[in-house]
């Protein structure tokens, strides 16, 4: 849970610099909105990753596929209830929304393999 913490604060700080000092156009008004969820969701799949991990070894895949099978549906539903609400910019949304997904995403695939290969 810690690198998930590391690499929340790293992604934060990107974001905030390029908000600030170099574009602010290209970071929505409501990332801290999208960053927040990445890390509630991360810190989600952790706990569930744990406790595939820790009774039965055999369950991990199906642990893993249903993790990755809520994640898509939760980011469905997350980029739904705000372009219901209405944006002012939803390409930006979507665009930002993307970019933390593949972020997280390859975080998480790393983690799972450092884990995998030390086990």
Same mark, same amino acid.
Do not use: D, P
């Given at each position: 849970?810690?690198?998930?913490?590391?690499?929340?604060?790293?992604?934060?700080?990107?974001?905030?610099? /390029?908000?600030?000092?170099?574009? #602010?156009?290209?970071?929505h008004p409501y990332f801290w909105y999208i960053l927040s969820f990445f890390f509630g969701l991360s810190f989600l799949i952790n706990r569930l990753m744990d406790y595939g991990l820790k009774d039965n070894r055999k369950k991990f895949v199906s642990f893993y596929l249903s993790t990755? /099978?809520?994640?898509?549906?939760? #980011?469905?539903?997350?980029?739904g209830v705000f372009l219901y609400h209405g944006l002012t910019d939803s390409l930006l949304f979507v665009i930002n929304f993307f970019i933390l997904y593949l972020c997280y995403t390859g975080f998480e695939i790393y983690t799972l393999y450092c884990n995998l290969r030390r086990d």
């Open positions: 849970m810690l690198r998930a913490i590391v690499a929340t604060l790293f992604i934060g700080i990107v974001f905030f610099i /390029v908000q600030k000092y170099v574009n #602010s156009a290209w970071v990755v /099978v809520g994640r898509l549906l939760l #980011s469905i539903i997350f980029i």
